[in-house]
């Protein structure tokens, strides 16, 4: 990863922590961008992403480019001393060339041509429209690459947010030269696919297509290997226009992800090697539960696909969005916790959708940092107050977050887990991973996400939420963490089918058996609604299943129903370490006792009850930095000492964090993230 070696800071020009936004001045007069500048240096904005949009500006028809408002925009923001995130510009694509070309316009699994109109739509595989896009980036690299203004590539935008399953016949060809090289004769493909069952064998390549609608199920290892297939179509794509910048320019490229709840078609374990910087948009969801919990595993996963290393925050919003059924606006102070929420847990840099609220198309209630209602507004009050907290963080640059836990999370188990025909259509496998970060995030543990088979031995605790799909090297990872010592804790419905969606026979969850020391029979979800009672105290939903002992303990056994006296929650020692199993949906409490009671084996120390105080601790080699984050409405303190950054006083023994507020403590570096910090929050423990 990061072959030319930039940190996130250096995009800032100076060393501080990168503040910025998209930036659409083809939306507005140039009499406008005089302005636009002048509020930007007010705000402390020192890099913005522009040209995301700008295809059909800049060649207008095929071939017949101008760049004369771009090299204005570049040059007028390079002498304000603002950087450039330069977008090449090849997201969305001008009327003219889906009007030559329609066959670039990407198709739906019912063999539904989209229109255009909108944006993104091109089919990820179409030689046509690679064909244009290149030669658009190659305009735009040979123009700018020297550019002084510019300090990073910006390929494409987010890349598959629309368009990452296309199932034309562009595709079909593109999906069987890739299922050639995964198996190399179609007797292995065959046999991976299990295509004795229904008689779907396939006897030539030129017969397989994209799992596209049928009149029944699909076979699933198809339609996962579909998903393999346009992951990496995209990533090819991402390539192609990168290997071309790189030819041009030595400044850094990427992409900005979307580690979110409602995207998950791009596995980035696989795309990350491949970015000179991290950088994620994260928006929070308010169609979910906690929002906010869901955002700081958003902001760890990133963390993780960086390596531990800082990443760049590319998009999120001041205040509401445009594109949820119900778009909550952001409450005085909210915009700030987000904010420093994300830099907690790694983000160098934050930058927002977008610069200057439009007035028209199909974002113009969406929020910006500029409201529709100008600067005398509390939005703008808020986004300069950001701009001076910023600056006054700028040491906490390049330092680290350390953690003593991981969650191991995996897209494809994703793709695999969800898929239909499962004993439950109500567990869903980001609603397991939320559930198990949830009860982490409540009890204070700072977790990192980590990828299947990932070296877990720095680690006290690693945590499985739902690893439906499981290799026979990463579950043998997971096994020899435990046995040397480590503690896991395993949720329902993982290690059940291998890479290509085969059961793994004798007894469930077969790649974790002897792990947990229990072999389960049968699945018996629930009905919605339905509950049952544990005899510990807590209540099991949606899944149950007749689990036996083979050496592990119960910790907490089903005491009604048809499962009454069967274990529902399993601890085995396992060599030296312990491995628990979760084997029904628990409440939220109950989660977090069994969370509690493994972190605190592990020699994690985690708070008794949800505080609505996060704290996450960033360090480099001298100093640590405490992020206190108030969520609740009454004052937190916490025990700490040193200087905190955001007032500007020094703290000796016990910070208050006021309602809603963020305070953030430089102090002697601690050794670890949470031993001698969390003492207990609401009383004062000077003494
Ligand atoms: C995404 C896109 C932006 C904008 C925002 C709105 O992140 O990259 O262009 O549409 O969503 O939330």
């Given at each position: 990863?990061?072959?030319?070696?930039?940190?996130?800071?250096?995009?800032?020009?100076?060393?501080?922590?990168?503040?910025?936004?998209?930036?659409?001045?083809?939306?507005?007069?140039?009499?406008?961008?005089?302005?636009?500048?002048?509020?930007?240096?007010?705000?402390?904005?020192?890099?913005?992403?522009?040209?995301?949009?700008?295809?059909?500006?800049?060649?207008?028809?095929?071939?017949?480019?101008?760049?004369?408002?771009?090299?204005?925009?570049?040059?007028?923001?390079?002498?304000?001393?603002?950087?450039?995130?330069?977008?090449?510009?090849?997201?969305?694509?001008?009327?003219?060339?889906?009007?030559?070309?329609?066959?670039?316009?990407?198709?739906?699994?019912?063999?539904?041509?989209?229109?255009?109109?909108?944006?993104?739509?091109?089919?990820?595989?179409?030689?046509?429209?690679?064909?244009?896009?290149?030669?658009?980036?190659?305009?735009?690299?040979?123009?700018?690459?020297?550019?002084?203004?510019?300090?990073?590539?910006?390929?494409?935008?987010?890349?598959?947010?629309?368009?990452?399953?296309?199932?034309?016949?562009?595709?079909?060809?593109?999906?069987?030269?890739?299922?050639?090289?995964?198996?190399?004769?179609?007797?292995?493909?065959?046999?991976?696919?299990?295509?004795?069952?229904?008689?779907?064998?396939?006897?030539?390549?030129?017969?397989?297509?994209?799992?596209?609608?049928?009149?029944?199920?699909?076979?699933?290892?198809?339609?996962?290997?579909?998903?393999?297939?346009?992951?990496?179509?995209?990533?090819?794509?991402?390539?192609?226009?990168?290997?071309?910048?790189?030819?041009?320019?030595?400044?850094?490229?990427?992409?900005?992800?979307?580690?979110?709840?409602?995207?998950?078609?791009?596995?980035?374990?696989?795309?990350?090697?491949?970015?000179?910087?991290?950088?994620?948009?994260?928006?929070?969801?308010?169609?979910?539960?906690?929002?906010?919990?869901?955002?700081?595993?958003?902001?760890?996963?990133?963390?993780?696909?960086?390596?531990?290393?800082?990443?760049?925050?590319?998009?999120?919003?001041?205040?509401?969005?445009?594109?949820?059924?119900?778009?909550?606006?952001?409450?005085?102070?909210?915009?700030?916790?987000?904010?420093?929420?994300?830099?907690?847990?790694?983000?160098?840099?934050?930058?927002?959708?977008?610069?200057?609220?439009?007035?028209?198309?199909?974002?113009?209630?969406?929020?910006?940092?500029?409201?529709?209602?100008?600067?005398?507004?509390?939005?703008?009050?808020?986004?300069?107050?950001?701009?001076?907290?910023?600056?006054?963080?700028?040491?906490?640059?390049?330092t680290k977050v350390q953690?003593?836990?991981?969650?191991?999370?995996?897209?494809?188990?994703?793709?695999?887990?969800?898929?239909?025909?499962?004993?439950?259509?109500?567990?869903?496998?980001?609603?397991?991973?939320?559930?198990?970060?949830?009860?982490?995030?409540?009890?204070?543990?700072?977790?990192?996400?980590?990828?299947?088979?990932?070296?877990?031995?720095?680690?006290?605790?690693?945590?499985?939420?739902?690893?439906?799909?499981?290799?026979?090297?990463?579950?043998?990872?997971?096994?020899?963490?435990?046995?040397?010592?480590?503690?896991?804790?395993?949720?329902?419905?993982?290690?059940?089918?291998?890479?290509?969606?085969?059961?793994?026979?004798?007894?469930?969850?077969?790649?974790?058996?002897?792990?947990?020391?229990?072999?389960?029979?049968?699945?018996?979800?629930?009905?919605?609604?339905?509950?049952?009672?544990?005899?510990?105290?807590?209540?099991?939903?949606?899944?149950?299943?007749?689990?036996?002992?083979?050496?592990?303990?119960?910790?907490?056994?089903?005491?009604?129903?048809?499962?009454?006296?069967?274990?529902?929650?399993?601890?085995?020692?396992?060599?030296?370490?312990?491995?628990?199993?979760?084997?029904?949906?628990?409440?939220?409490?109950?989660?977090?006792?069994?969370?509690?009671?493994?972190?605190?084996?592990?020699?994690?120390?985690?708070?008794?009850?949800?505080?609505?105080?996060?704290?996450?601790v960033r360090s480099s080699t001298d100093d640590g930095y405490v992020?206190?984050?108030?969520?609740?409405?009454?004052?937190?303190?916490?025990?700490?000492?040193?200087?905190?950054?955001?007032?500007?006083?020094?703290?000796?023994?016990?910070?208050?964090?006021?309602?809603?507020?963020?305070?953030?403590?430089?102090t002697?570096n601690p050794?670890?993230p949470?031993?001698?910090?969390?003492?207990?929050?609401?009383?004062?423990?000077?003494?």
């Amino acid at each position: 990863m990061n072959p030319t070696n930039t940190s996130v800071a250096e995009l800032s020009g100076n060393g501080q922590l990168v503040y910025g936004c998209d930036y659409n001045p083809e939306q507005w007069d140039p009499a406008v961008w005089q302005e636009d500048v002048r509020l930007m240096k007010e705000a402390g904005v020192n890099l913005v992403a522009v040209n995301i949009f700008g295809w059909a500006e800049l060649e207008s028809s095929p071939g017949t480019y101008s760049f004369d408002r771009l090299d204005q925009v570049l040059d007028l923001l390079h002498a304000h001393g603002i950087g450039v995130n330069l977008g090449t510009g090849t997201s969305s694509t001008p009327a003219w060339l889906t009007t030559l070309h329609p066959e670039i316009l990407p198709e739906s699994a019912a063999g539904v041509r989209a229109w255009p109109g909108g944006r993104q739509a091109w089919c990820p595989s179409s030689p046509r429209y690679r064909e244009h896009a290149l030669r658009l980036v190659g305009e735009v690299v040979r123009r700018y690459g020297s550019h002084p203004a510019v300090r990073l590539w910006h390929v494409s935008n987010e890349l598959g947010c629309h368009n990452a399953l296309c199932y034309c016949d562009v595709s079909a060809a593109a999906f069987r030269d890739w299922l050639a090289a995964r198996y190399g004769t179609l007797d292995a493909l065959n046999s991976a696919w299990g295509t004795a069952f229904w008689s779907q064998r396939y006897s030539a390549w030129d017969q397989i297509l994209p799992p596209r609608t049928t009149v029944s199920t699909n076979n699933p290892t198809q339609v996962l290997d579909f998903h393999r297939f346009s992951s990496d179509e995209l990533l090819g794509y991402y390539r192609s226009e990168a290997e071309i910048l790189r030819e041009h320019s030595t400044v850094p490229v990427t992409t900005n992800f979307m580690v979110t709840a409602h995207i998950r078609n791009l596995d980035y374990w696989s795309w990350a090697p491949h970015m000179d910087v991290i950088a994620n948009d994260h928006y929070l969801d308010h169609r979910l539960d906690s929002p906010i919990v869901e955002l700081a595993f958003a902001a760890d996963a990133t963390r993780g696909l960086a390596q531990g290393q800082p990443w760049l925050l590319m998009e999120h919003s001041t205040s509401a969005v445009n594109w949820q059924p119900r778009n909550i606006a952001k409450v005085p102070g909210e915009m700030l916790r987000n904010s420093l929420a994300h830099l907690a847990r790694g983000a160098d840099g934050l930058c927002f959708f977008q610069w200057r609220a439009s007035v028209q198309g199909s974002e113009k209630f969406h929020s910006a940092m500029l409201p529709h209602t100008g600067t005398d507004s509390r939005i703008w009050r808020e986004v300069l107050e950001l701009g001076s907290i910023l600056a006054k963080l700028k040491e906490v640059a390049g330092t680290k977050v350390q953690s003593e836990a991981a969650l191991i999370f995996s897209w494809e188990a994703w793709w695999a887990y969800d898929q239909e025909s499962h004993p439950s259509s109500d567990v869903r496998y980001l609603d397991q991973v939320h559930a198990l970060y949830k009860a982490l995030w409540e009890t204070g543990v700072t977790v990192d996400i980590v990828a299947p088979g990932a070296d877990l031995s720095g680690y006290k605790l690693a945590v499985v939420p739902g690893l439906y799909l499981v290799r026979e090297d990463e579950a043998s990872a997971l096994e020899m963490y435990v046995r040397s010592g480590g503690h896991a804790v395993v949720t329902y419905f993982s290690g059940i089918v291998d890479e290509n969606e085969k059961v793994l026979t004798g007894g469930y969850p077969g790649a974790f058996r002897n792990l947990l020391g229990i072999r389960s029979e049968e699945f018996y979800p629930l009905t919605p609604g339905q509950t049952l009672a544990l005899d510990n105290g807590s209540t099991a939903s949606l899944w149950t299943e007749a689990t036996r002992l083979e050496g592990a303990e119960a910790r907490a056994s089903f005491s009604e129903g048809h499962r009454a006296g069967t274990p529902a929650v399993t601890r085995n020692r396992y060599g030296a370490g312990t491995a628990w199993y979760i084997g029904t949906a628990l409440d939220p409490a109950g989660i977090r006792e069994v969370v509690a009671e493994a972190a605190g084996e592990s020699g994690i120390s985690v708070l008794d009850s949800p505080q609505g105080l996060e704290v996450v601790v960033r360090s480099s080699t001298d100093d640590g930095y405490v992020f206190l984050i108030n969520h609740s409405d009454e004052e937190h303190k916490y025990a700490v000492h040193g200087h905190e950054l955001i007032t500007g006083e020094d703290v000796s023994h016990v910070v208050a964090i006021p309602a809603g507020a963020v305070r953030v403590v430089r102090t002697a570096n601690p050794e670890s993230p949470t031993h001698g910090l969390r003492t207990g929050q609401k009383d004062d423990e000077s003494d």
